[in-house]
T-cell receptor, first 117, second 109 residues
Framework: GAVVSQHPSWVICKSGTSVKIECRSL??????MFWYRQFPKQSLMLMAT?????????EQGVEKDKFLINHASLTLSTLTVTSAHPEDSSFYIC?????????????FGPGTRLTVT | GENVEQHPSTLSVQEGDSAVIKCTYS??????FPWYKQELGKGPQLIID?????GEKKDQRIAVTLNKTAKHFSLHITETQPEDSAVYFC????????FGTGTSLTVIP
């Protein structure tokens, strides 16, 4: 149980275009979903927290107009990187929790590697 | 806010030996301490967790100990195998989820 999927697993896009990444909880209802960014050999950096039907809460320094998050249902959250630039290239990982406080178990997706050329 | 420190950053052990990774935290309100294993190019996988009302938890070759007074918790892997090689992250949650900086474990056959 507690399986989280991400799609796509790898995407290459041109500078200036937008990319959408999907995160799905396959066998449980995720009241809270999280989006992380990870640089090589570094820890996970929390970008935002989203609750179903509510606006996402972004961490300090994360541009909400650039990283659009939609948590439309209890099993799906999307991250859209708008007007992507090479510096947005990174490994993006989502996680999901059925703990409404967001402080319980988090189950992670396999990650999406974004390369912006 | 919370500050989670993790040591060591890299660890190499011979197959069959034990590996220990330690984390310290600063927020006494933190009450949930998970450990994640991340293989190259993959997302983190929850391997074991412990809550503040428990001092130790074991799952086969993996165990976690928690010392709330000293604000530290440790991951213990016994009888290590090459497939245990990965990056391990600790985390602590009080009012937010905070990750440690990671430990790259290499098990030498």
């Amino acid at each position: 149980g507690a399986v989280v999927s991400q799609h796509p697993s790898w995407v290459i896009c041109k500078s200036g275009t937008s990319v959408k990444i999907e995160c799905r909880s396959l066998d449980f209802q995720a009241t809270t979903m999280f989006w992380y960014r990870q640089f090589p050999k570094q820890s996970l950096m929390l970008m935002a927290t989203s609750n179903e039907g509510s606006k996402a809460t972004y961490e300090q320094g994360v541009e909400k107009d650039k990283f659009l998050i939609n948590h439309a249902s209890l099993t799906l959250s999307t991250l859209t990187v708008t007007s992507a630039h090479p510096e947005d290239s990174s490994f993006y990982i989502c996680s999901a929790s059925n703990d409404e406080t967001g402080l319980g178990e988090q189950y992670f997706g396999p990650g999406t590697r974004l390369t912006v050329t | 806010g919370e500050n989670v420190e993790q040591h060591p950053s890299t660890l190499s052990v011979q197959e069959g030996d034990s590996a220990v990774i330690k984390c310290t935290y600063s927020d006494s309100a933190s009450n949930y301490f998970p450990w994640y294993k991340q293989e190259l190019g993959k997302g983190p996988q929850l391997i074991i967790d412990i809550r503040s009302n428990v001092g130790e938890k074991k799952d086969q070759r993996i165990a976690v100990t928690l010392n709330k007074t000293a604000k530290h918790f440790s991951l213990h892997i016994t009888e290590t195998q090459p497939e245990d090689s990965a990056v391990y992250f600790c985390a602590a949650t009080g009012n937010q989820f905070y990750f440690g900086t990671g430990t790259s474990l290499t098990v030498i056959p």
